[in-house]
């Protein structure tokens, strides 16, 4: 029975180191377990820091990358915007260049205006001898003069006016400054006087074909501002301008007037009596346009149309300022009479056409020419 006893006692005695031992072993395990999950927890952290590190650097050079496309693009689109601009400006300056050289070539050679048909006729087309025909760089609205009554057929003066089909049937108003003074008409009129009082004025209507006849007196011819970019204009000379009259075209209803404005020169004719009255107060160069057995007296220029065809504006100019009496030299500003056989001769007009060209503006035809003024016709 103790034997028994001790034998259980050893049994639990055993028992409990047992348990003890398997609560080391257990504390020993888990701690070791905890050692583990720290050391998996830290390095878990460092890769987490690691990857958060590399993140927020990558993000960082994300967003450099980002900043530096965006400030690349920036200045590319700035250079773009200032190439443009360059170009644009470049191309402005070209163009007003090519303007004023337009309007230059056009209207000036040799520091004169080629020719002078009125200040805001920049297109001036020269279809028949002598006669000038231009769309203006004017706008006319609202006319404020009064109208006149359909189908003038006074004045000493008719111009065939032909501005095409486009404006067949519609109604023409037309009006040219005052009639020119045979006493005064040598000296040119300044603008805006010399439209004053406005009574050289018509109306008309054209024709299928865009035509009509415009009667009127001879208008005066004046000065006025001279074409932008010539060297009239930069020197502040105003510029004389043929005898003219502008045109206003109805709209095809007739409720009102087209806003454009076409402007054609006016041819003035003298008579016999004019002419001999213009020779006898020698206030005018006389011109003859053939072989000097023609001349009338005085006749202080003779050059023939074969001759002046061939010649520079500048040389023309020259050769009829040489040629004029000291009296009568105003350059440009002289007044002319130019004339030849007779109404058939087309030589005048020829030699008229060279002189608006070369620009002289205050001219005179007297169509009779030679015959009339000796009678024979």
């Known amino acids: 029975m103790q034997l028994t006893r001790k034998r259980i006692l050893q049994a639990l005695s055993l028992s409990s180191s047992s348990n003890k031992t398997k609560k080391v072993k257990l504390s020993q395990l888990s701690k070791s377990k905890k050692a583990k999950k720290t050391k998996l927890d830290t390095k878990s952290n460092k890769y987490t820091k690691s990857n958060k590190d590399t993140k927020s650097k990558k993000d960082t050079k994300s967003k450099k990358d980002t900043k ?21 400006d470049t191309k ?11 309007i230059t070539n056009l209207n000036n050679k040799s520091s004169t205006i080629i020719p002078p048909l009125c200040d805001t006729c920049l297109h001036v087309t020269n279809k028949k001898p002598s ?27 008719s111009v065939t ?18 009639p020119a003074s045979i006493s005064t008409g040598s000296k040119p009129s300044s603008y805006p006087q010399g439209y004053l009082p406005m009574t050289n004025v018509g109306l008309v209507q054209l024709d299928k074909k865009g035509h009509a006849v415009l009667h ?6 004046y000065k006025d501002t001279a074409h932008k970019g010539t060297s009239s204009a930069k020197r502040g000379v105003r510029q004389g301008y043929m005898n003219h009259v502008h045109v206003l075209v109805s709209k095809p209803d007739m409720t009102g007037w087209d806003n454009v404005i ?21 206030d005018r160069l006389v011109i003859n346009a053939i072989d ?7 006749t ?12 520079s504006s500048t040389v023309l100019r020259k050769t009829v300022l040489d040629l004029a009496p000291k009296l009568l030299r105003r350059g440009l500003d002289t007044p002319l009479i130019v004339y030849c056989y007779g109404p058939e001769c087309t030589a005048a007009k020829n030699l008229m056409n060279d002189l608006y060209s070369a620009g002289f503006y205050n001219i005179l035809y007297f169509p009779g020419g030679w015959l009339s003024a000796k009678g024979r016709q």
């Open 292 to 298: 000097p057995k023609f001349n009338l007296d005085p």
């Open 216 to 221: 009127l007196d001879c208008p005066k011819v």
């Open 300 to 311: 202080h220029v003779n050059i023939s149309h074969t001759d002046s065809s061939k010649m």
């Open 161 to 178: 006016l032909d501005i095409g089909p486009k404006y067949s049937r519609r109604l023409v108003y037309y009006f040219a400054s005052s």
């Open 262 to 282: 076409f402007t054609q020169n006016v041819v003035c004719q003298i008579s016999r009596a004019q002419f001999q009255y213009h020779t006898d107060s020698h």
């Open 131 to 157: 006669s000038f025909f231009s769309k203006t760089t004017e706008q006319w609205r609202n006319f404020p003069h009064h109208i006149p009554v359909l189908g003038r057929t006074s004045g000493g003066q």
């Open 68 to 88: 530096s496309k965006k400030d690349t693009k920036s200045k590319k689109d700035t250079k773009s915007n200032k190439d443009t601009k360059s170009k644009k």
């Open 92 to 102: 402005s300056k070209k163009d007003t260049k090519s303007k004023t050289d337009k």
